[in-house]
């Protein structure tokens, strides 16, 4: 199978990528492209274990580029879309490269699907169903997103599963919840309480810390992709989550335990602008259909990435030096609130 993710200079999709290329017994691509913008969120460091791969190559583009998306779709057998804006808070600052991107973007990907009858697995995220004080969301909840960001997912997720319904295209989405591990920009949580920790600094939590997430690990979700790719059905949609919800303020005290810090490192921020309470999914669909489980304890997981981010300075200093040149010198000084 010839293998196209967009995206895949990202968090996520080099993680996909490196799984794609690895040992994994189910895994037996004859060619994984990379298509990927390479915005402030790309980096082809994260792809450097298979840089040598003979089945690996990159290609530096947009998914809006129509022409690029038809030539590259027409030459694999499946397509991989996480290509995206993902990070909340720049999308409260300005949503328009959030509309450009995700929808603009996803709908130039279904029509070069459509146009060369190929399979499409479309990657969303639990933020579309927007917010559930108690129980869980199944794939049958309608989506109601409260954030730019979650709209703009809902649309690309509304818009793929509309080209199943009309066309008959064989696209299948995922709704995953909040990814951690290695190679996450230091702009999103865990990574960014981690490295403030690190450099001395005071994590800044947003108002009363009550906000519940669920976390997986990217590997874990990356696994699952792999699952939906191979035996997913067309039209499906599939609930992807690690069954470890935490408000922010536990993940926090866990954050600071594992650095020996303590509460005093707490910085009480205000709150972000319509922060959702509660995100949680019931991901017994893929559990059942697929035989897909976590294999990462949230435990040993966190502990792991913790060390990912000591071990790894150089890494994500490039990128805070990049997001903010002039703070570059005094990491300590670092202001500004975390993501998801
Ligand atoms: P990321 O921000 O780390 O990576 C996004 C990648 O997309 C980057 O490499 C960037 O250069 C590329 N990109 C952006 N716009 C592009 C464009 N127009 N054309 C080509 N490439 C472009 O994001 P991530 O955390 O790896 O998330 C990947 C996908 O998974 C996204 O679609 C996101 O919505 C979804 N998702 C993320 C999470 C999470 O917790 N991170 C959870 C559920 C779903």
Redesign the pocket.
Known sequence: MRILV??????????LVRLLLGPDPESRPTAVTV?????????LTRLDAVAGDPRYDFVY?????RPLVEELVGGHDAVV???????VDRSIGGAG?FV???VL?TQVLLDAVLRHGRTLVH?????VYGSIAEGSWTEDCPPAPRSP?AAA?ASSDLLALAYHHTHGLDVRV???????GPY??PE?LIPRFSTLLLDGGRVPLYGDGRNVRDW?H?ED?CRALLRVLLAGRAGRVYN?GGGAELTNLRLTRLLLDAFGAGPERIERVPDRKGHDLRYSVDSGRIRRELGWRPRHSFAEGLAATVDWYRDNRAWWERHLAERDPAAAPQPSSRTGSPS?
């Open positions: 967009t995206g895949g200079a990202g968090f996520i999709g080099s993680h298509l990927d913008a390479l915005t402030y969120a790309g980096d583009g947009d998914v809006r580029d879309h996480l290509a995206a804006e993902t990070h490269e450009s991107s995700n973007g990657v969303s995220t639990d933020e960001y997912k995922t709704r995953c919840s909040n990814n951690y996450q920009h999103k997986l990217v979700h992807i998801r």
